[in-house]
């Protein structure tokens, strides 16, 4: 069992920065691949970020096009957190954001992720 809880979210002006940190429990906590999804108001949950557990100690990240170039997804294990850096917000980025967690092998959808946080809110003025 896995347990997220994510903070960070806050309002932001448009083309400001904001760090998402996601705290998780458990001793195999580095075996997690971690993703971050966000949902805006009348929107379906999107994915945003992932940072993909390939064995030992490589990691794959990925992003979505959206986010590309804007986001970086890092994790600290011996924190047992994963981070979410958002850099030149735009208006659209605003959304609840959620960090989820998965240990399996295969990550194909949000569906495969196992464990999800409560969420933080971020808000982007424009």
């Known amino acids: 069992q896995v347990q997220l809880v994510e903070s960070g979210g806050g309002l932001v002006q448009a083309g400001g920065s904001l760090r998402l940190s996601c705290a998780g429990s458990?001793?195999?906590?580095?075996?997690?691949?971690m993703g971050w999804f966000r949902q805006a108001p009348g929107k379906e949950r999107e994915f945003v970020a992932a940072?993909?557990?390939?064995?030992?100690?490589?990691?794959?990240?990925d992003y979505a096009d959206s986010v590309k170039g804007r986001f970086t997804i890092s994790r600290d294990n011996a924190k047992n957190t994963v981070y979410l850096q958002m850099n030149s917000l735009k208006p659209e980025d605003t959304a609840t954001y959620y960090c989820?967690?998965?240990?399996?092998?295969?990550?194909?959808?949000?569906?495969?992720?196992?464990?999800w946080g409560q969420g933080t809110q971020v808000t982007v003025s424009s």
């Open positions: 989820a967690a998965t240990a399996r092998v295969m990550v194909g959808s949000q569906n495969d992720y196992d464990y």
């Open positions: 458990g001793r195999t906590f580095s075996r997690y691949s």
């Open positions: 940072i993909s557990w390939r064995g030992g100690s490589t990691y794959y990240a």
